[in-house]
């Protein structure tokens, strides 16, 4: 929901060569070989599906998969307790996890080991991915722009926050742990509905414990106490694919195809390509601005 504008406030391989002894012409020595072992690739979660039949629909899933697995359920199909119906078929890990393992972003991101903290969006698959130092902290879902109103895909950074905001477009829009993302179009990450798809008027939908997370993780701007200049950027956040309105939710795809929300290491470097020297220039002001003494 959303529309506001305002200002505000891992294994390195060394080759070690070896002295080479001296033989006589007539000795012969015999060398073995072996192939080194593959790397085992990451064990991916399996899936199943259930499906609620009872008018109680949530007290259904509760006792389908348990009371501590149920804001995993949740999470995995992009929905919030309000949007769970008679009849939803939803997509649930055959063993009680951590939420955290079922991560379709890579755990680790090397390209911005130096960056502090950075947020990717993936419209694709309507979820987050919050790094810190290039090591995945947390990720969740998410509900993007609806088609009519998208939001759009490019690097922006943290701005300012609110803990609970009210739109200036409708005042009906009432928006807890706002974090403004672009102060002129008035988009920002807070908390809303999820009913599991892209519904919002262009902002980054939250569940209400990332949302929380989130304002309290991510950086403000800094700006100039008497001026109000900007001095410094807020931590990036990059918005990046399309969601597929017309085909099959790609967590639905997950019991039958394990690979159907997974983004790659791969994906996201060329996704950061374009906005790394930026950030990386942004950062260093930051620390600059934040320890100006120990320029």
């Known amino acids: ?47 199943h599906t259930v499906t609620l039949e009872s008018t109680a629909p949530i007290a259904e899933l509760t006792e389908k998969v348990g009371k501590e697995q149920v804001p995993v359920v949740l999470a995995l199909n992009r929905i919030d307790t309000r949007h769970i119906q008679v009849g939803a078929v939803l997509t649930v890990p055959d063993s009680s996890t951590d939420f955290l393992t079922l991560t379709p972003f890579p755990t680790n991101l090397p390209s911005v080991n130096e960056v502090p903290k950075i947020i990717f969006v993936s419209q694709k698959i309507q979820a987050f991915a919050a790094y810190e130092y290039g090591t995945l902290v947390r990720w969740g879902p ?17 701005n300012w926050k609110g803990k609970l905001i009210t739109s200036t477009i409708d005042d009906g829009w009432i928006m807890p742990w706002y974090f403004n993302l672009d102060n002129q179009e008035g988009i920002s990450m807070h908390q809303y509905d999820l009913p599991g798809y892209p519904a919002s008027h262009s902002c980054v939908r939250l569940a209400e414990a990332d949302a929380e997370w989130m304002y309290t993780w991510a950086e403000q701007w800094i700006l100039d106490k008497k001026t109000g200049k900007k001095l410094a950027n807020g931590t990036p956040t990059i918005v990046f694919g399309t969601y597929a309105y017309s085909e099959t939710a790609p967590w639905k795809l997950l019991p039958t195809d394990q690979n159907a929300t997974v983004v790659t290491t791969e994906d996201l470097e060329e996704t950061l390509a374009p906005y790394l020297s930026d950030i990386q220039a ?14």
């Open 142 to 158: 998410v509900s993007t722009g609806k088609k009519s109103t998208p939001t759009a895909s490019k690097l922006y950074y943290t």
């Open 1 to 47: 929901m959303c529309l506001i504008a305002g200002a505000g406030f891992f294994v390195i391989q060394k080759n070690h060569s070896r002295p080479t002894n001296s033989l006589p012409a007539s000795a012969s020595i015999s060398i073995e070989t072996s192939t080194p072992e593959p790397q085992a690739l990451p064990v991916l979660p399996t899936y």
């Open 282 to 295: 942004s950062v260093e002001n930051r620390i600059k601005i934040l320890n100006p003494d120990s320029q």
